[in-house]
């Protein structure tokens, strides 16, 4: 039998069992998670001058490596030119806190969505490697912003049950990787694909522009305020106010937090994380 070093194992993710067979890790399993900080008092994550506590990762360019500037903070916000996609991430992980996010669209659509609908997105319990999920983003749960959809969750995973979420969902619209939040729906269970917000209009396109009859989030150039509220396994997704989606049994349940590039322009001004002020309802 060959010897292996362990430098080898740890390039390769294997090591052998009983002399003759071998398994590969995950990357989840390999990749160095930090352990949860702490949410005991309110904290900027964002300090309006720099994006300390925060990196940048840049799809085919990798971490701090931002040229053209997709990331910048000018006059107090974050600034995402959505020339390319990617994210800033927290150095940091997370659970058990409120995260309070204000954010307008600036109105940009860049190629090649330049006529679809403008997208971002909050990614909270971010673990694993930079870049996994389309060599852009870390596996995460998604608490999404876009034109239409601001409220709904996507489970951006690794297609195994260490990324998924459960939610109540209403029938008529549950399928295998969809389904239409509902407080009074039936459980419902991914590990990819969707949970729409409540009132996403049944028409929705991916066009430029779409705006839906009950859509909460503002027009164009407006402030928004997202509340995330991470209380154990269940995500509580705000949206102006109003509670938008519910998830629970979520997978994992704490992680860092991304803020994405996906060709739309959006400015964001408030990035707080909060201790959590009671228990949420599960259902």
Not at 63 to 76: H, I, L, S
Not at 82 to 87: I, Q, T, W
Not at 157 to 173: H, Y
Request: with cysteine; charged share 25%; aromatic share 10%.
């Amino acid at each position: 039998m060959k010897k292996i070093s362990l430098a080898e194992i740890i390039r390769t993710g294997a090591f052998l069992v009983a002399g003759t067979a071998s398994f590969l890790f995950t990357d989840s399993i390999l990749a160095s998670d930090p352990a949860p900080t702490p949410v005991t008092e309110a904290r900027e994550l964002f300090n309006g001058k720099d994006l300390t506590n925060w990196y940048r990762f840049i799809k085919d360019q990798g971490k701090e490596n931002d040229p053209t500037g997709v990331f910048t903070v000018k006059d107090g916000k974050i600034c995402v030119s959505g020339e390319k996609l990617g994210c800033i991430t927290t150095n940091e992980a997370f659970e058990n806190y409120r995260l309070i996010v204000e954010y307008r669209f600036t109105g940009a659509a860049l190629p090649p969505r330049e006529n679809k609908t403008r997208d971002c997105g909050i990614l909270v319990h971010s673990k694993g490697e930079d870049g996994a999920w389309g060599k852009t983003w870390m596996c995460s749960l998604e608490c999404n912003i876009i034109e239409g959809g601001t409220g709904d969750f996507i489970v951006v995973g690794n297609g195994t049950d260490e990324f998924s979420i459960t939610a109540n969902v209403k029938e008529e619209r549950s399928k295998a990787n969809c389904g239409i939040y509902s407080p009074n729906g039936k459980p419902h269970t991914i590990n990819g694909g969707r949970i729409d917000w409540w009132g996403r209009d049944p028409e929705w396109a991916d066009v430029k522009g779409f705006r839906g009859k009950q859509d909460l989030d503002k027009p164009i150039g407006e402030w928004n305020t997202l509340e995330i509220i991470c209380d154990g396994d269940t995500i509580t997704n705000i949206v102006n106010g109003v509670v938008a989606n519910r998830a629970y049994d979520v997978k994992p349940a704490c992680g860092k937090i991304q803020i994405q590039s996906e060709f739309a322009g959006f400015e964001f001004r408030r990035v707080t994380i909060l201790p959590l002020e009671k228990k949420t309802d599960k259902k």
